[in-house]
């Protein structure tokens, strides 16, 4: 069976999700974590999606792609330490301290979902910035600019935070079957599958109406 574009997109996203995560285990001893991610993701998943999404833009340069990827994703990420580094020291996750003002209760709520709610705190803040970083590069080719930057931020929120809670919690299990030398492989591509997956698919709503400028 041919495989659609919207198919290869998603693949696309798989693919670069894993291989950023490993190049940021190659990466990292050989410098910081935020730099290494945002060099590794921009690199790779930047230039894979440029790649794609060329056969829509055909006018999209390819290290515009990737700068404005690898940029957004370390500007994300250190925002989301920071706000790791906050809730270390105040003992209070900025989101739930958000969260407050229109659910009294929050304080009540299980430990888990509370989890879920950092997870999606990290992964709103990484794609709000990735989002802004491509949308200035979207704009110079299209003006349906502003579904992908929604699309985007929702796709970084679900996917970072359904991926990290199952592989998380899922750690126990994969270590007592494979044993400790396989469970950071098997976090990897599970994190990296999962994770593109649900991007990918979320944002290929948006990837379809990307036309042009000079066909609008």
């Known amino acids: 069976m041919r495989m659609t574009y919207m198919r290869r997109w998603v693949l696309t996203n798989v693919l670069g999700f894993i291989l950023s995560i490993y190049a940021i285990r190659f990466v990292g001893p050989r410098g910081n974590g935020l730099s290494s991610t945002g060099l590794a993701f921009g690199l790779i998943l930047g230039g894979m999606q440029a790649s794609a999404l060329r056969q829509r833009l055909p006018q999209l340069k390819v290290w515009h792609w990737i700068v404005a990827t690898g940029l957004g994703i370390y500007v994300g990420a250190a925002l989301s330490a920071l706000a790791n580094l906050l809730q270390a020291i105040t003992s209070q996750s900025l989101l739930v301290i958000a969260l407050r003002f229109f659910l009294p209760s929050v304080d009540s709520m299980p430990s ?37 930057w929604l699309m985007g931020v ?22 007592d079957i494979f044993g400790d030398s ?33 066909q609008l």
């Open 182 to 214: 396989m469970v950071l492989v098997i976090r990897g591509v599970c994190f990296g599958a999962v994770s593109g997956v649900i991007y990918g698919s979320i944002t290929a709503i948006a990837l379809k109406s990307l036309r042009p400028q000079q």
């Open 112 to 148: 888990a979902l509370m989890w879920i709610i950092v997870l999606v705190g990290h992964g709103i803040s990484i794609g709000i910035s990735v989002g802004i970083a491509q949308v200035l590069v979207l704009r110079q080719h299209t003006s349906d600019w502003r579904l992908w």
């Open 154 to 175: 929702f796709g970084y929120a679900l996917g970072g935070a359904i991926a990290s809670y199952g592989i998380w919690f899922g750690a126990e299990l994969v270590s």
